[in-house]
């Protein structure tokens, strides 16, 4: 076999900007919406009580991918990141592997860029201030997409001041001295691990916008169920949401069914309504979809086709 180029967690994102980012994780929504892209279910392995390895396959325009990627929560004291693994690209007419890519870099990208689109498509008119609860490794990434979208400048929160006050830094947002100062936000983000909600009902104002994007598999949530019930209800995919993500603890308590719920792949694709009026409370619910990760993928092997990045190389 030839020789296979590998993008580090560096080069997958110098391959591509935050700003194509957001546009190819909007393409691959729509696609997906349209039949055009397919994506089985996510496969889960747990490992008690560490962590769970999770399997995302997706093809699209020629390509195939399978993500294996980790959610090991407790990595931190052993100085590992949570979030690890490999994205292979194949090629979807042959089956031959064409590159391997960190996913870490690839699940950042994808992460903050369909935060982005969330915003775009579900905000309010004019909403520009954003409020970060969460600033680890994807918040970070949440809040660079938002930026990169136009969004901003914010209030940055998390239980580690220093993971706050670094991205506050960076982007010359604020540090907020308390979560209700990030609440207070046109749009808010979270993106913590989801194991209990920080956000309430009483914490919800008009027109607000909410991207839950921390609450990635079954029994995790960052919202409570009567502010859920507040809200316009969104995902990324029905499927995936109702079962491991932050609508499903709604879903199981029986005050959430499908009808209640809209793809923002069918608001992107016209086929479906979005915000209805200003003063509406919206809520998107991002579990993270294997097309996603496809779209960053497909972004970074053409970026390396065309010499815009260097590549490693083994010989498997």
Not at 32 to 41: V, Y
Not at 50 to 66: E, K, N, T
Not at 201 to 230: R, S
Request: charged share 20%; aromatic share 6%; hydrophobic share 45%.
């Amino acid at each position: 076999m030839h020789e296979l180029p590998v993008l580090d967690h560096d080069a997958v994102l110098a391959a591509v900007t935050a700003q194509e980012a957001i546009s190819y994780v909007r393409d691959a929504l729509v696609k997906h919406h349209n039949g055009a892209w397919s994506m089985p279910p996510k496969v889960y392995l747990d490992s008690p009580p560490y962590g769970d390895f999770r399997a995302m396959p997706a093809r699209g325009d020629g390509l195939a991918i399978v993500k294996w990627v980790t959610s090991f929560p407790g990595n931190g004291p052993r100085g590992l990141p949570a979030v690890m693994g490999i994205v292979c690209v194949s090629d979807a007419t042959t089956g031959a592997p064409l590159m391997l890519l960190d996913a870490a870099a690839v699940t950042m990208l994808r992460t903050g860029a369909v935060a982005a689109v969330a915003a775009q498509t579900l905000a309010r008119p004019k909403a520009w201030s954003v409020g970060m609860i969460g600033c680890g490794q994807n918040g970070r990434w949440v809040a660079r997409c938002l930026a990169a979208a136009g969004y901003g400048p914010g209030y940055c929160h998390d239980t580690d001041p220093a993971a706050a006050e670094r991205l506050a830094q960076e982007l010359g947002w604020r540090v907020a001295d308390t979560r209700d100062d990030a609440l207070e936000s046109d749009i808010v983000c979270c993106v913590t691990p989801g194991s209990e909600p920080v956000v309430d009902v009483g914490d919800l104002h008009a027109g607000v916008h909410l991207n839950l994007l921390g609450a990635d598999a079954a029994g995790k949530a960052e919202a409570t169920l009567k502010a859920i019930a507040a809200c316009s209800l969104f995902c990324d995919e029905w499927e995936q949401a109702s079962h491991g993500g932050e609508l499903a603890g709604a879903v199981r308590a029986g005050r959430v069914t499908q009808n209640d719920v809209t793809e923002v792949g069918a608001v992107l694709a016209g086929d479906a309504a979005g915000r209805e009026h200003p003063e509406e409370m919206t809520l998107f619910d991002s579990t993270g979809l294997a097309v996603q990760d496809l779209a960053i993928a497909r972004a970074a092997l053409t970026a390396w086709r065309e010499d815009r990045v260097e590549a490693q190389r083994v010989r498997l």
